[in-house]
Structures are given as structure tokens and as C-alpha cells.
């Protein structure tokens, strides 16, 4: 069955890979340990944004460009961004003083792109019968609407492998199959500490 797994980068993070020791993942590794054995993965299509430097974290930038650097070493992987919007807002206060303001002003980074891009390159591939079966790594409901079209208009088989804690309802009920990551298989699929590609040797980040 032909394949392809469609990743939304931050949710896998912050879902299943911050705070342990898996961040060093071997995506493909990991889609193929929690598919059945006659899913022929033609592609890992990986969404994300690039991060940039904070005064608490100024090593962040690099360690994410090492992980890119890893998953671009599996030929079928692709890695698509989106960017990250920062602007200053005023939000309410839940408790404001009394006589005080009600509102403070916040600096909010949000991530742009990455659920758009994701949804439209599954809609795309579908259209061109690109694929039998895709995989979509996220727990976020707002991609229901298109797993529904690829599903119920375009005939296309699609799972769902959630990285969240909790589940995701709508798309659990939506999909032809829906699997929680499970940390034991992750554990057995991340890279090897030294890598190589065509620029060199390179290394997991020692604080991963």
C-alpha cells in the first residue's frame, strides 16, 4: 500500500517528545514501527518553522538545524516551513487589580503555516492519486476537514497517529485507523548518536 506520512512537526514535539530522551526520533523508523507490515512508505513530509535564539535558550536554532539535518538523511523525507509570527498584544487580566488596568501587553509567538501546509500538500497528493494510504502525525482537530475530504470524496484511505496524551475525538471517529505514539516503539526508533551526510559527521546534541 503506497504511503505517505505527513507530519506537523511542533505537535509531535510538544506532544509526545519534550521533557524525554526521544527527541532525537527517527520518524520514519517510528511511522513503520506502528503501521502494518504492507504499508510501503513513499514519503515523510515534516512541517515545521525555524526557531530562533532566546536569552533563557540560545542554543535552540542549532540543535533543531542537527535534527533537520538528521531526518534529511532518510533520501524520502522532505522538510517543508512555515515562520513564526511575534507580535505585541493586550490581554485581559484574570485577577486586575483594583483601580488598576484590566488588560497587560504581551509578547505572543505563534507558529504559522505548518497545519495549512500540511493540510494542502494531503489534499494536493491526493487529488494526484499520489497515494493509497496517509498517515498524518498530529492530534490537531483542525485538520478534519480535509482527512474527511481525502477520505470521503477522494476515496483515500487515512490514518492518524496521535503523539498527544489525550485524545483527538473527531478525528478518532473520522479516520480509517487512529493509534496513540506508543514510547516503547519511539524509544526503539531514534537515530544513531553520529551521523553522516554529504557535508560530514555530525552529532546528536548532548542534551538530548
Not at 533520501?75 to 493586550?90: C, D, Q, R, S
Not at 498527544?164 to 531514534?190: D, E, I, M, N
Request: net charge positive; hydrophobic share 40%.
Amino acid at each position: 500500500m503506497r504511503t505517505i506520512v505527513y507530519v506537523d512537526g511542533f505537535n509531535l514535539y510538544f506532544g509526545a517528545l519534550r521533557f524525554t530522551a526521544l527527541k532525537w526520533l527517527d520518524i520514519r523508523g517510528a511511522a513503520q514501527r506502528h503501521l502494518a507490515p504492507h504499508h510501503q512508505i513513499l514519503r515523510i513530509k515534516y512541517y515545521t518553522a525555524k526557531l530562533n535564539p532566546r536569552p533563557t535558550d540560545p542554543d535552540q536554532p542549532l540543535r533543531q538545524a542537527l535534527y533537520l539535518r538528521a531526518l534529511a538523511t532518510r533520501p524520502e523525507t522532505e522538510i517543508h516551513f512555515g515562520h513564526f509570527l511575534t507580535k505585541i498584544v493586550k490581554m485581559p487580566l484574570a485577577h486586575p487589580p483594583a483601580g488598576g488596568s484590566s488588560t497587560v501587553e504581551v509578547i505572543k509567538t505563534e507558529e504559522k503555516g505548518s497545519d495549512v501546509n500540511l493540510a494542502t500538500h494531503l489534499l494536493h497528493d491526493a487529488h494526484l492519486n499520489r497515494f493509497d494510504c496517509a498517515v498524518v502525525v498530529s492530534g490537531d482537530s483542525d485538520l478534519l476537514e480535509p482527512v474527511r475530504i481525502v477520505m470521503n470524496e477522494l476515496k483515500k484511505l487515512v490514518g492518524v497517529l496521535n503523539p498527544q496524551k489525550h485524545p483527538c475525538a473527531v478525528l478518532k471517529r473520522q479516520a480509517t485507523f487512529y493509534k496513540h505514539l506508543r514510547r516503547g516503539l519511539l524509544a526503539k526508533s531514534l537515530f544513531a548518536s553520529t551521523l553522516q551526510d554529504a557535508h560530514g559527521t555530525f552529532h546528536k546534541p548532548a542534551s538530548w
